[in-house]
């Protein structure tokens, strides 16, 4: 019975190793045909769902958009980047042959991990109709982490990290690691760093404003220069831990909650992988009036998020129509909306037709956020992967412990 | 009882409906900035629930739909397995198998099982977090009904089927009778089980299947404490109505 | 006819039910067991204690087991001890009218729930601090004292105690009143004992000796609670089932197998303690 029962669990276990996902005929299909493919059909969207004016923007303009366009029934579900790449793992080592998920939001470090297990569908960039706007000239845009995108995701927005003050609290924000430093030590308790994408994001910043430059940070990943900075960031953020909230000892895990305990005064200081994410809060009536995004004097990272299709996925047709949508100039200017989402563009304004090119001129000015053209000098571009992988452990086994 | 006393007891009960009062609170607040202890009130988060605008609704209908049926179904499975397990003459070691799914975090059994659910299909769907739920719900109701099955039901079983009754005659007229309290404590129970699950929900539903749980915490993780609050108290208000309908509904029978 | 649970039918619904309820849980064991150690999953690459050990190394295994029987063992003696505290107070007369209504509430609340009224309440922006601040002990949220997310899991703590005070206070109240502790009480007065006699030799031995089964099964219940932790712990020590849907979900592919170490060490000592408590126990 016993040895029965032991040997229907191997096989159970030895079958979930078998099965491989079957190649794609549907790039050798015209754009018509995909469409056409795609009408009628459910598409699953995994994404971060952290903000309200993100889902509200999906929810309320994309949703019923491909509706309409395409009797698409766009289904959005909530999933970081790191649960994306686990979903789409654990099916591989199931050996499912239909994936959950047809679309999926992804950034740098997901794409690369994405890559590693061979999850990712393409290269479909090139089919879309739309993606002749797309910017490629923009280092920010073509490279996703350093890694060439090569048409295995298609670039959806662009955004840079900014930090967000009170002006009413803080006169003077601090413009680099020491006086952040500084600013603690006279208000013990208001300053935080999220141990999430944003966060890492931020410890890059310090990074570089540590090595003076970004340049060590740039092309493949060097474990010499991460261990000569990253030591060096430890030191630091050592010295700086007992002046943090919560005197170090815990971090908020997204900013959402930082945001909150930023509008309820808990901290001086929050911030965000979106440079216009301010305006929308203050819409929002989560921030006051008097806050203010600013990017501080030694440069933020700036990047792109992306918009990738699982191999696995049972609809690649409709979620090709929906990334084209996605990146429609109409989807992009409406994004770009301070108070809709605020979200870069990826495409080269002066390559719409001219109509296109005065609607996004139009689009109303940020009030409380910097304008994009000045902190492009303060942009910094994004290290490897590997480099964020590191951070992310290196912060819990340092810091969170 | 002294009259501090009763001032403890007192002052220790109201606590209690104390997160009536702050959720309540919030799903009724427009903003409420710190350090304001009373917000401003505004109607449109419930409106949110009623006009269908939000996730809310639908979320709710669906919450309702599998715990209505999980509960249906463990009872029913539930009452008869008891019986079976009861009946045989090593009925603790039967028995014991029951409270292993009880005894294991619910989040951590989905963790272990997910892979087959996904080879299989049901990861996502709600046929699976369906039969995640029966995993938790019937074991459980097993060992509530367990204690029903004494020697003298079974005399009177065997006194029913002596006197020719059917074998479904004896269970419609004889035994659910008997067992009516304690087969709707079991059902509400298991209906309570399934209702609040989040852990299993969120990982074997992979974020498809939006039950009420898995909502409050959606909109906890957006700061969205408005719409966190109303989805907290639609999931606290059934069994408090039903409470005060019937308080045994929600004692456990564990004991 | 005789009534017999030896027939067919009986027959396989103990079985159906035994598969049920085990075989899911032995299968998942199986693999989350190969998988820890390198035999199964996608980035496998052959045999290895690399991730058992990388968990032994960091200290991480005792730390998370150690806080998450922390958590259990203190939320449920503190609430055993406030209910047995309670029941005496009251004389074992607590179920009747509104104040009993009150108690059986918390039964009715959701861990989440739980979980987010306790931030909303005890955190340092929550309603006590809102009160503080009004009333002008403290002048800003950071003056509020530490209670959610804090290091000795006290928002913890207090959400489960939350929902477990008023249950065991129902359950000793319904044990006072079974075994007629009342009378044995005043048989005790008569026999010349102190007040703390009479707690310390009847009403604890009794109330422990019959609510023991069920303060097993809700310490174990306690020890694997999720949302709670979740909503209110720190980023360091978790709680056993943070970190292993944590590892699971949300971090680097690498240290998935460390989850899945976690999760068998977990269900083994869970299962164990189970068996033990089981086969001393008629009752349970």
């Known amino acids: ?401 | 009882m002294s009259r501090s006393t009763q001032i403890l007891l007192w002052g220790i009960g109201l606590t209690f409906v104390l997160p009536f009062v702050v959720l309540g609170l919030w799903s009724v607040a427009d903003t409420w900035r710190y350090p304001a202890v009373l917000p401003d009130l505004t109607g449109d988060h419930w409106q949110r629930l009623v006009s269908g605008q939000s996730l809310l609704l639908t979320g709710l209908l669906r919450s309702v739909g599998i715990a209505v049926s999980i509960a249906l179904v463990s009872t029913v499975l539930g009452f008869y397995i008891s019986r079976a397990i009861a009946y045989h003459q090593h009925q603790r070691t039967w028995l014991f198998f029951a409270y292993w799914p009880c005894v294991i975090a619910p989040g951590i059994l989905a963790g272990l099982v997910y892979i087959f659910f996904l080879r299989w299909g049901w990861a996502g769907s709600w046929g699976g977090v369906w039969l995640g739920h029966l995993l938790l719900a019937l074991p459980y109701a097993v060992i509530v009904f367990h204690p029903f099955w004494t020697p003298q039901i079974r005399q009177y079983e065997q006194l029913a089927a002596t006197l020719g009754a059917s074998r479904i005659h004896i269970f419609s007229t004889v035994l659910f009778p008997m067992a009516k309290g304690m087969v709707l404590i079991g059902g509400f129970q298991t209906f309570l089980i399934s209702w609040f699950e989040f852990g299993l929900t969120s990982l074997l539903g992979v974020g498809k299947v939006q039950t009420l749980p898995v909502l409050v915490y959606q909109y906890i993780q957006e700061a969205n404490p408005y719409l966190a609050a109303v989805a907290a108290l639609i999931l606290m208000l059934p069994p408090a109505v039903v409470l005060w309908v019937n308080k045994r509904f929600l004692f456990t029978k564990l004991v | ?284």
């Open chain 1, 1 to 401: 019975m016993q040895r029965l029962l032991y040997f229907a669990l191997l096989v159970l276990v030895w079958q979930c190793r078998s099965s491989t996902a079957e190649p794609d005929a549907i790039l050798d299909k015209s754009w018509p045909e995909i469409e056409a493919e795609a009408r009628g059909t459910t598409v699953y969207f995994m994404l971060w769902q952290g903000d309200p004016y993100i889902n509200a923007y999906l929810r309320e303009e994309i949703v019923p958009l491909v509706d309409s366009l395409y009797n698409i029934d766009l289904q959005l579900l909530s999933g970081q980047g790191t649960q994306i790449v686990s979903t789409l793992m654990t099916e591989i080592e199931a050996g499912v042959s239909e994936s959950q998920l047809d679309l999926c939001w992804i950034n740098g470090e997901t794409f690369y991990q994405l890559r590693q297990i061979n999850g990712l569908f393409g290269p479909f960039v090139d089919h879309l109709p739309n993606s002749q706007y797309i910017d490629w000239e923009n280092p920010f845009i073509a490279q996703d982490f350093q890694q060439p995108v090569a048409g295995m995701e298609c670039p959806w927005g662009n955004v840079q990290q900014a930090l967000i003050y009170d002006t009413t609290v803080m006169t003077t924000p601090p413009q680099n690691r020491m006086e952040l430093l500084a600013y603690a030590q006279r208000h013990p308790g208001t300053i935080t760093i999220p141990s999430d994408f944003t966060g890492m994001s931020f410890l890059k910043a310090l990074l570089v404003d540590l090595a003076g430059r970004a340049t060590p940070f740039q092309g493949d990943f060097n474990p010499e220069v991460y261990e000569t900075y990253s030591t060096q960031l430890w030191a630091y953020l050592d010295s700086l831990r007992p002046y943090l909230w919560k005197s170090g000892t815990t971090f908020p895990d997204a900013v959402a909650p930082m945001h909150q305990l930023f509008a309820n005064g808990e901290l001086h200081l929050t911030m965000s992988m979106n440079d216009g994410e301010v305006d929308n809060k203050v819409a929002q009536g989560l921030f006051p009036e008097s806050a203010r995004a600013y990017v501080w004097a030694t440069g933020t990272i700036q990047n792109s998020h992306y918009l990738g299709i699982p191999a696995r996925s049972g609809n690649k047709a409709g979620a090709m129509v929906v990334i084209n949508t996605l990146i429609s100039p109409w989807a992009q200017w409406k994004k770009m909306d301070p108070v809709v989402w605020g979200d870069g563009t990826i495409l080269d304004i002066e390559r719409l037709p001219k109509a296109w090119q005065d609607k996004f001129a139009d689009i109303p000015n940020r009030q409380f956020a910097p304008d994009r053209t000045t902190i492009q000098d303060r942009a910094i571009l994004e290290f490897a992967p590997e480099y964020m992988i590191r951070l992310y452990e290196d912060f819990r086994t340092y810091m969170a412990q």
């Open chain 3, 1 to 284: 006819m005789k009534i017999s649970g030896r027939t067919w039918p009986n027959s396989l619904l103990r079985w159906g039910f035994v598969a049920i309820a085990t075989f899911p849980l032995l299968a998942g064991l199986v693999y989350a067991a190969l998988y820890s150690v390198g035999l199964a999953g996608a980035l496998s690459d052959g045999f290895t204690w690399r991730h058992w050990q990388a968990l032994w190394a960091e200290g991480v295994l005792w730390q998370t087991l150690g806080f998450s029987l922390y958590i259990a063992v203190v939320s449920i003696a503190l609430s055993w001890l406030g209910a047995l505290w309670l029941v005496w107070l009251s004389r074992g007369r607590l179920q009747k009218g509104v104040l009993g209504y009150l108690l059986f509430l918390p039964l009715g609340i959701p861990a989440i729930a739980a979980a987010f009224f306790i931030f909303q309440w005890l955190g340092s922006t929550g309603w006590l601090s809102r009160l503080a601040d009004q009333i002008g002990l403290i002048q800003q949220p950071q003056d509020f004292p530490n209670w959610v997310n804090d290091p000795f899991g006290i928002g913890i703590l207090a959400a489960h105690i939350l929902l477990a005070l008023p249950f065991f206070t129902l359950l000793l109240a319904n044990i006072y009143r079974q075994e007629r502790l009342s009378a044995l009480i005043v048989l005790g007065q008569t026999l010349g004992a102190s007040t703390y006699q009479q707690v310390r030799r009847i009403v604890i031995p009794l109330l422990w000796q019959r609510s023991r089964p069920v303060v097993l099964v809700y310490l174990l219940f306690v020890l694997g609670s999720y949302e709670i932790p979740l909503l209110l712990g720190r980023s360091h020590p978790e709680m056993v089932s943070v970190f292993v849907i944590r590892k699971l979900q949300r971090f680097s592919l690498d240290t998935i197998p460390q989850g899945m170490a976690m999760a068998v060490l977990y269900v083994v000592l869970v299962l164990l303690a189970l068996f033990l408590f089981y086969r001393k126990r008629r009752v349970i």
